[in-house]
């Protein structure tokens, strides 16, 4: 019995090693502290995202400042990135030699690779129920969100494998915005909400030339009727509309099929005509859309305040802006009664350290970024949403989109517009599933848009045929075959293991049943 009990034994443990590695993360969990040790210095180091807009830049450095005054024994040191794919870069070569900042502004997608390595991001779960460190704690030295005031949409986007990663920063969505001055020159009349169909048929029109060989709508030699900035997100959100697969929560990849390859078929058929084109290729939708060279930009309600002729931010000379009225709308929809649109934006996850302490002055800092102020202060400078039903419903941002269209500056009407489509239509909006792989994955998705569309720019063939070697050239340009998947059967040497597992319990009891007959005898 002895014999057989340690047999078992040894065959539950070696099947945990391979049932426990089967697509699970390494888990590095964190005890928080009883109380934050205030006469130990930190210095923690910051990196961070911003665009052009030096208001971003400000909005950090004040609440950095703010922080370091309620928390004299921490100090904050910034590195900020002007692009998602450097600081991405720069996080996995950091994970590699063991040296990640203590706090870091970047997407889900990307937490999902970060837990890879050798320096896990911290599990979140613990610290949000503390009840003097977490939301709504009473040790805390400023007045931030319980867990109640989050949106939960938002909140549940940062969870992964089961746990929490991530903290939201702050959301945006995709608008579409339109030259409806042109859409109305060409007789049409838009809808309440866009359709693809319409969109193409309006932007097919738009190709009519007069005779000297300009565009009849805007009596110029160049326009691009329909313009995408992200063409993941295009993928991914069609997909959605389409209630087609993309993937699973486990990892499955389920990108090429069908429906990929109609919705690239209709790209190409456009790219033909000249009506579409992608950023990529033809640089901003939003200086062709304020130079009268495009009719529907779409870009994230982010980057609102670069659109529109009277826009705050241009990277065109004003002697090239041409006037019209413009249109702040919801993406186009195959079904306009079930509308989908795309959650993105930047979250906030803090890296494991040796000194418990140091990771609770990171989390105190990284949960300072929810307060009103500085929630309130960053959505200002772009068309972003608060993460927070507190910052939402506080006194300041209720005055702030109140006060839209008094200037084209702080209160520009197409930024807060942009908000304020998101915050109508959160319950709209979903996300892609996350795990270590889906950040490729959604570069793929957009590669295929962006690879069809410069095929037929170059003239090249588009068929089924093309179609398949697109999958598959995409596929390893991006290493999916490589990505683990749990959705699937456990591996052989596991069943074998389970097998064997059974057997050796099968073998006690019947030994214990002959050795209890025996004894009868």
């Given amino acids: 019995m002895r014999k057989f009990f340690a047999i078992t034994m040894c065959l539950c443990l070696i099947l945990g090693v391979f049932t426990g590695c089967h697509g699970a993360y390494e888990r590095n969990e964190f005890q928080v502290p009883e109380e934050f040790d205030t006469s130990q210095k930190h210095e923690l180091v910051f990196w961070a995202k ?67 390595g050798n320096n896990c991001v911290v599990p979140l779960d613990e610290l949000f ?27 549940q986007e940062c969870m992964l494998d089961g746990k929490y990663y991530a903290i939201p920063y702050m959301r945006s969505t995709e608008a579409c915005y339109v030259n409806k001055t042109y859409v109305e020159k060409l007789g049409f009349t838009l809808p309440e909400v866009l359709t693809w169909d319409f969109v193409w048929e309006v932007a097919d029109a738009a190709m009519a030339k007069n005779a000297d060989g300009k565009f009849a709508v805007n009596g110029q030699k160049v326009l691009i009727p329909f313009m995408y900035k992200s063409t993941d997100n295009m993928m991914i959100q069609m997909l959605k509309q389409l209630d087609a697969p993309y993937s699973t929560a486990g990892g499955s990849i389920q990108l090429f ?25 033809d640089s901003y939708p939003a200086d062709k859309l304020n130079a009268g060279q495009c009719i529907f930009a779409i870009d994230s309600t982010a980057g609102a305040t670069w659109m529109g002729p009277d826009a705050p931010l241009l990277d065109i000379g004003e002697d090239r802006v041409v006037d019209f009225e413009m249109e702040v709308m919801m993406v186009p929809q195959f079904d306009p009664e079930h509308p989908q649109m795309i959650s993105q934006g930047p979250s906030v996850c803090i890296f494991n350290q040796e000194d418990p302490q140091e990771v609770l002055a990171s989390w105190l800092f990284a949960q300072f970024l ?19 039903k507190k910052a939402q419903q506080s006194e300041e941002y209720l005055d702030y989109v109140s006060r839209k269209g008094e200037d084209n500056d702080l209160y520009y009407w197409a930024k807060l517009e942009s908000a304020q489509l998101l915050q109508e239509n959160t319950e709209n909006t979903f996300v892609t599933p996350v795990f270590n792989g889906s950040a490729s994955l959604r570069d793929a998705a957009g590669q295929l848009i962006s690879s069809t569309v410069l095929s037929v720019r170059r003239k090249e063939v588009v068929d089924e045929a093309y179609m398949d070697n697109l999958f598959h050239e995409t596929t ?24 064997s597992l059974a057997a050796v319990w099968i073998l006690l009891l019947a030994g214990a049943v002959a050795g209890k007959i025996r004894r009868k005898k």
């Avoid at 922080?67 to 991405?88: H, I, K, Q, W």
């Avoid at 099929?257 to 579409?276: C, G, M, P, R, Y």
Wanted: glycine share 4%.
């Fill in 50 to 116: 911003n665009e052009s807009n030096i208001r971003q830049k400000e909005v950090y450095e004040q609440a950095i400042a703010d922080f370091e005054a309620l928390y004299p024994n921490v100090s904050v040191t910034m590195r900020l990135y002007t692009d998602y794919g450097r600081l991405y870069d720069d996080m996995l070569k950091n994970l590699g030699a063991n040296t990640p900042p203590n706090v870091c502004i970047t997407y889900p997608d990307h937490v999902a690779t970060y837990m890879t």
């Fill in 129 to 155: 129920a503390d009840e003097k460190y977490g939301f709504g704690g009473s040790e805390l030295r400023y007045d931030g969100p319980t867990r109640e005031e989050m949106v939960p949409q938002f909140l």
């Fill in 257 to 281: 099929n069908d429906t990929t390859k109609d919705i690239l078929f209709e790209v190409a058929e456009h790219v033909q005509k000249k009506s579409f084109s992608i950023f990529k290729i």
């Fill in 370 to 388: 929810l307060t009103n102020k500085v929630q309130v202060n960053y959505s200002q400078t772009e068309g972003y949403l608060p993460v927070t």
């Fill in 476 to 499: 390893m340009l991006y290493r999916l075959d490589q990505v683990k998947s749990t959705d699937g059967p456990l591996p052989e040497t596991a069943v074998w293991l389970l097998v």
